[in-house]
Nanobody
Framework: QVQLVESGGGLVQAGGSLRLSCAAS????????MGWFRQAPGKEREFVAA????????IHADSVKGRFTISRDNAKNTVYLQMNSLKPEDKAVYYC???????????????WGQGTQVTVSS
């Protein structure tokens, strides 16, 4: 099995930046892509970004395009989410996940980390 551990969350002022990391361990050869999701209080979990196994393909939700960038370092089994120009509405618990198949199907994301809190003050 794959274990995922997120880090890098915290409190930041609006307009600031954070970089989230997700370190994968265990059977990392089994997954195809990785992604970031978030869940705000009282809301459903939503997709943020995803990246293919080789890093050649990325997807970003419209709400974060131009502000967030997903990347990965396969030598370190780590995926990153660089978040710039943060807004109060970006406040949420951010989760990383692995995909057994194509990153273009959200149903393929089936392994989740414990999440890291991001809070943006106005």
């Amino acid at each position: 099995q794959v274990q995922l551990v997120e880090s890098g969350g915290g409190l930041v002022q609006a307009g600031g930046s954070l970089r989230l990391s997700c370190a994968a361990s265990g059977r990392t050869d089994r997954f195809y892509g990785m992604g970031w999701f978030r869940q705000a209080p009282g809301k459903e979990r939503e997709f943020v970004a995803a990246i293919s196994s080789g890093g050649g393909a990325t997807i970003h939700a419209d709400s974060v395009k131009g502000r967030f960038t997903i990347s990965r370092d396969n030598a370190k089994n780590t995926v990153y989410l660089q978040m710039n120009s943060l807004k109060p509405e970006d406040k949420a618990v951010y989760y990383c996940a692995t995909a057994k198949g194509s990153i273009y199907s959200l149903q393929n994301f089936d392994r989740w980390g414990q999440g890291t809190q991001v809070t943006v003050s106005s």
